[in-house]
């Protein structure tokens, strides 16, 4: 591959991933299967990354198995199933539809034209992801629950939805309402959680990439590595999950030239299986949050 050629490959791979995940996934919207097109596109954003890491990957050492398959399957498809758990009683309860009449439905500015919509719906939903993934961080009993994320030992697309129910549930009460709250219209909130979806899988994948400007509005694989780092000068920055001005207005984004070190992890003890993992934030023992295991390092 000659040099120009791999330049536009490896700056180009992630909008154009991005970008053609979204224009299926409003395709499927508009012939009226928007969840199941969505969903076709996700599995085949995850087959392409599966190839496009073994073909250029950022860090070699974590293509092999790290025992964890099972475990990260496991809790991404137990948060799938809590989110639809959450949606179905939140429209039976009719929530959406109260919020969405009775107190701001005519805030949404639905003259807009979609792709605007989406954005201000990415705004919006950023400033609560935020504080939740912060918090996180920062309240020792949060970081219970985001601890079994940060104890993968390898980041891949494979680990994109291995968060404990618990730490999924809050980041989504903490952002999702505020969108019903503003009488966001359904398609909007549908591409808000697909977009998320997707960016959360490029985020996480192990594909050498490089990103100019770009990483300064949107969260990417080379600042999520960051936050995964054992140092704490690096992990406990970039909380942003879409978007980057939460962290640059509060002083929290990260984002230098040094190549961050491939071991990364916790510094407490974590079960190796699903289960395990579920009941470790119940167990009694001493709490250590990233900021105080990493004082230590
Ligand atoms: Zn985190
Ligand atoms: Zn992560």
Redesign the pocket.
């Known amino acids: 591959m000659n040099n120009a050629l791999k330049t536009i490959i490896s700056y180009g791979l992630w909008p154009a991933l991005l970008a053609g995940c979204l224009a299926v996934t409003v395709f499927g919207m508009h012939i009226g299967h928007g969840i199941l097109v969505f969903n076709i596109a996700y599995l085949s954003l995850a087959v392409t990354l599966f190839f496009t890491e073994r073909l250029m990957p950022f860090e070699k050492s974590w293509l092999g198995n790290d025992g964890q398959l099972m475990a990260d399957l496991s809790h991404t498809a137990f948060n799938k199933g809590a989110v639809q758990v959450l949606i179905a009683v939140g429209a039976a309860f009719g929530i959406a539809e109260a919020f969405a009449s009775d107190v701001g439905g005519h805030l949404w500015p639905t003259h807009w034209p979609l792709a605007f919509q989406v954005v201000l719906g990415l705004v919006m939903i950023e400033i609560g992801l935020y504080a939740a ?1 912060r918090l ?2 920062e309240w020792p009993l949060l970081w219970r629950f ?1 601890a079994v ?2 104890s993968s030992k390898r980041l891949s697309f494979i680990n994109t939805g291995r968060f404990h129910v618990v730490d999924t549930v809050a980041s989504i009460a903490l952002s999702q309402p505020i969108l019903f709250l503003f009488g966001a219209p359904i398609e909007v909130f549908q591409l808000v959680s697909a977009t998320t979806a997707f960016i959360g899988m490029l985020t996480h994948c192990n594909v050498d990439m490089k990103f100019g400007w770009i990483a300064y509005i949107v969260n990417t694989p080379t600042l999520h590595r960051f ?1 995964h780092s054992k140092k704490l000068v690096e992990g406990n920055t970039n909380y942003g999950e879409n978007l980057m001005f939460m962290d640059l207005l509060l002083g929290t984004y990260y984002n230098k030239p040094n190549r961050p070190s491939a071991n990364i992890g916790i510094n407490e003890p974590m079960p190796d299986n699903f289960l395990g993992q579920i009941a470790q934030p119940f167990r009694r023992r001493p709490v250590q949050n990233q900021n105080l295991s990493e004082g230590s390092v």
């Open positions: 993934h996180a961080h985001h994320h940060h936050h």
